[in-house]
């Protein structure tokens, strides 16, 4: 099964509405004729490794089982749909056709990045023909589609977006919202124009740089909040195990000990209660920041309060990474049977992370007088870690709609009080529903640009739409995101009418970007000279923040090829 050729389709297109791949494939008769003798079998066999794909085809697994001839071209497309859904990439669309070749088929699928699109057609093809092989010669060893999914799973993760910034991304889709992709890491323009707003995962066009500086020093932060009656421990800043042991003289024991400038609990030891362990816990700060703070131990659970807008969106409780005891099973293999759920992944790449016994987690276990190789009893929930980060394989109870208004209040206080459009607050206290009035709770931390992973898809209760929320704070409803665009093609005339358009439009007081034959002009200004009639200079006058219409000529031959360039 080789791949004759392949078009991409960027925004509208002679084919669908939507970006689509387009793959011409020369299948083998007798790949054709095996794959199709398997009919459902294919099915069965693939969904073995991609579950999602029986659950998102059930119609057409449903009619394959009562007897429909199977479509090679067919199986092709929705296998590459199921691959980018196993990565968390969006798309409805996969079809194929004949080409008037008994063998060649044409086969088209949506993607939502062009690279993993691409890989996701090419290892569906060799994931079909591994097994059409080996239907037809048994010595020829069973394909290790596991293999195939994972390998291409890591593929996807290199290139795809994190949790935070896919939501996001979701959010001003579902609000038909453009997004352009700005770099490989998570830097991305929403909206078109002058309309465009940009964001770094939860970090926006609207946060304010002062405001992540001062979030980012926990020691100014902490004094900023004091100075304003807000709950927060005893604090101090400190240079030296000498000055670190001072302070948790003065402030009295127990006191947590973490980097002035660190995140991700880096750094991070709580409950310590000697000298001796404030000189360990100084050395493994100092490593993660420029300076390091003591403070006050508070007690209670460990909860994130998103604050978006000036009003908390979402709260939820953080639980240290921890395994549940069976009677049966080691800790080394409750944690591999924790890990096995999908969920889990390596770093920010899914919503929750990987459970990990290094050094950390093992001197933890030792503190209880625990290995790796103890089995707990059963119910017991033997901690990894002290700290309830989810990036270190916490999980998160969502409490949004239990927390007490004066704890509501008290975190919609914090944020505005340091600055940020979006932030959250780490909130501990004993008892999330009670206000901390009453509990003695405490702010231990605040977060610029944090993470959206525990809201979006809580271990237990509600998921939140905090995307949603961020997208509305950029762009309020009813206002607006994308620029007019007068789109030209033809065949004479084109450039002369985009010239008289623009023209019109320049003399009735908009910002007018227009691309033809001759160049980019935005403003009346030429700003680049030569053909450009394609994408890349459509998206060079819709990234102009200056932009608010567009005039864009189009040559045929560049629809036909590749599609509109623009949605």
């Known amino acids: 099964m080789d791949i004759d050729s392949l078009s991409v389709y960027v925004g509208p297109n002679v084919h669908a509405r939507e970006a689509v791949i387009r793959l011409k494939l020369d299948v083998k008769p007798s790949y054709a004729e095996s794959l199709k003798h398997l009919g459902a079998g294919v099915i069965d066999r693939l969904s073995a490794v991609l579950p999602g794909l029986a659950r998102e085809q059930s119609e057409w697994l449903t009619a394959l089982r009562d007897g429909e001839a199977l479509s090679v071209g067919d199986l092709v497309g929705k296998l590459a749909l199921a691959l980018q859904h196993a990565a968390g990439i969006d798309g409805t669309l996969a079809w194929s056709g004949p080409t008037g070749h008994p063998d060649v088929v044409e086969v088209f699928y949506s993607y939502g990045n062009e690279d993993i699109g691409i890989e996701a057609g090419e290892v569906a093809c060799d994931m079909l023909a591994a097994i059409a092989r080996h239907a037809q010669d048994a010595e020829e060893g069973s394909p290790d589609l596991d293999k195939d999914v994972d390998d291409f799973l890591d593929y996807a993760e290199r290139r795809s977006l994190g949790p935070s910034a896919m939501e996001l991304v979701r959010a001003a889709q579902a609000r038909d919202i453009p997004v352009y992709r700005l770099n490989d890491a998570s830097l991305i323009q929403v909206g078109q124009g002058k309309y465009q707003q940009r964001i770094e995962a939860a970090l926006t066009s609207k946060t304010s740089h002062i405001a992540v500086e001062i979030a980012s020093d926990k020691n100014l932060a902490n004094s900023l909040l004091a100075d304003l009656g807000l709950p927060v421990p005893k604090q101090r800043l400190v240079y030296s195990v000498e000055e670190a042991i001072g302070a948790a003289d003065r402030i009295g024991y127990p006191v947590v000990i973490k980097p002035l400038d660190g995140n991700h609990g880096r750094g991070v030891t709580v409950d310590i209660t000697s000298e001796d362990s404030v000189a360990a816990a100084f050395e493994t700060a100092d490593a993660e920041g420029s300076a390091v703070v003591v403070e006050t131990m508070l007690r209670g659970d460990d909860h994130r309060l998103l604050v978006v807008n000036g009003q908390l969106v979402a709260a939820a409780r953080r639980v240290p990474g921890h395994v549940k005891g069976d009677g049966r099973h080691t800790i ?51 901690y990894l870690r002290k700290t309830a980060n989810i990036s270190t394989g916490g999980t998160a109870v969502d409490v949004t709609d239990t927390i007490h208004p004066d704890n509501k209040l008290m975190a919609e206080r914090a944020i505005r009080a340091i600055g940020l459009d979006v932030g959250a607050v780490d909130f501990l206290t004993t008892d999330i529903t009670k206000s901390y009035r009453e509990t003695g709770g405490g702010i231990c ?67 007018v970007g227009q691309t033809s034959t001759d160049a980019v002009v935005i403003d009346g200004n030429v700003t680049v000279k030569g053909d450009m009639t394609g994408p890349l200079s459509a998206n060079m006058v819709l990234r102009d923040p200056s932009v608010d219409i567009a005039v864009l000529e189009t040559a045929r031959g560049g629809i036909v090829r590749s599609g509109l360039g623009y949605n």
């Open 332 to 382: 080394a293999e409750l944690v591999d049977i924790v890990n096995q759920d999908p969920r889990r992944g390596v770093g920010h790449e899914n919503v929750l992370t990987r459970l990990e016994l290094d050094d950390q987690a093992k001197d933890l276990l030792a503190e209880n007088d625990y290995t790796a190789q103890t089995v707990p009893a059963e119910g017991e929930e033997v």
């Open 445 to 511: 931390e605040i977060n610029a640009g944090p993470g959206l992973r525990m809201h979006i898809a809580p271990s237990e209760g509600t998921p939140r739409d905090v995307g949603g929320a961020i997208m509305d704070m950029l762009f309020p409803p009813g206002t607006q995101a994308r620029v007019p665009i007068a789109a030209l093609t033809g065949t004479n005339g084109k450039t002369t009418c985009s010239r008289m358009l623009a023209h019109i439009l320049k003399m009735a007081g908009h910002v």
